[in-house]
């Protein structure tokens, strides 16, 4: 009220009336120095988002600049590609949180003038009410302290599968082999299978007719695995071996051949082998089965 008094001036006239005149002066004034503070908590607050860009990007070169070089060290200390990917993003993450909470903290304090004790009390509230987010952040990390998958790996996770493009603190990012990404909070991950890491077995199966000669046409494709195992030998752990025959049809015997392959290209090699197995019995007059129909007359 003493304000609104201070802007309008009212006195009694001679008629027993009164007369109301405004206080411009005092108007432009409170307007003035209204305008002043909220262009000055304008500029607090840019300064704060450009300071939190700034921060994050350079803490981003300098964690990749620490990703590369673990990759190309060589001493006991360093760790391989997949794993220190996995701790740049995680390192990523964790200081893009750090950075966007401390940005808030400091706009809320200093334009609501709200305290340290009031926002730590805000902080506790909000955590008691966000327990699935405080779930996600201890089960990633977790999955980084226990390495259980990596960047790069081939994991399934409950009913998605696929290679891991991202772990943060709070999810983690897969993408199959159709190109949908999947995005996991990590606390919601119970149960993993990573088909990363060891050796993977990849089987063919190849089937001939019953008319051909078994013992021949296991020969032939030994022979053929020999080969097969010397162009692809980048790929291949343990080289290709025919296990011999593996069921008995109405048209036709199955044999089939085993090897180990490194991570994720066993899928190439089953099919690079099937092609060169068709090729091979072909070229040898190894029929595959058919279908016979007899006319009786």
């Not at 964790?94 to 966007?100: E, I, P, R």
């Not at 949908?180 to 077995?201: A, C, F, L, V």
């Not at 046409?217 to 790929?235: G, L, Q, T, V």
């Amino acid at each position: 009220m003493k304000g609104l008094f201070a802007i309008l001036k009212i006195s009694k006239n001679l008629d027993g009336g009164f007369n109301v005149n405004i206080n411009w002066e005092s108007i432009f004034d409170k307007s003035g120095e209204l305008l002043e503070q909220l262009i000055n908590k304008l500029i607090l607050i840019l300064i704060v988002i450009i300071c939190a860009n700034l921060v994050r990007k350079f803490s981003d070169k300098l964690i990749d600049r620490f990703v590369e070089r673990q990759v190309k060290s060589k001493s006991n200390f360093s760790i391989d590609k997949n794993k220190a990917m996995t701790v740049g993003t995680i390192l990523k993450s964790t200081v893009k949180y750090a950075v966007y909470f401390s940005g808030t903290a400091i706009i809320i304090s200093n334009i609501f003038k709200v305290s340290a004790a009031v926002l730590s009390g805000i902080g506790f509230v909000v955590g008691i009410g966000a327990q699935s987010l405080v779930k996600d952040l201890i089960n990633g990390f977790f999955i980084l302290f226990e390495d259980q998958y990596g960047v790069g790996d081939y994991i399934t996770v409950g009913e998605f599968s696929g290679i891991v493009e991202n772990i943060g603190i709070r999810s983690t990012v897969l993408k199959d082999f159709n190109g949908d990404t999947h995005i996991i909070p990590n606390g919601s991950i119970s149960e993993i299978s990573n088909h990363s890491r060891g050796n993977i077995s990849f089987i063919v199966d190849i089937e001939i007719s019953n008319e051909e000669d078994v013992d021949k046409a296991i020969e032939i494709m030994k022979e053929s695995c020999e080969k097969f195992a010397d162009e692809y030998k980048d790929d291949i752990v343990q080289k290709p071996e025919v296990l011999g025959v593996k069921a008995l049809n109405v048209y036709g015997t199955t044999i089939t051949i085993s090897g180990k392959a490194k991570p994720l290209s066993q899928w190439k090699l089953e099919r690079a082998l099937r092609k060169q197995l068709k090729v091979t019995l072909y070229e040898n007059n190894i029929k595959m089965p058919y279908l016979k129909t007899q006319i009786i007359n």
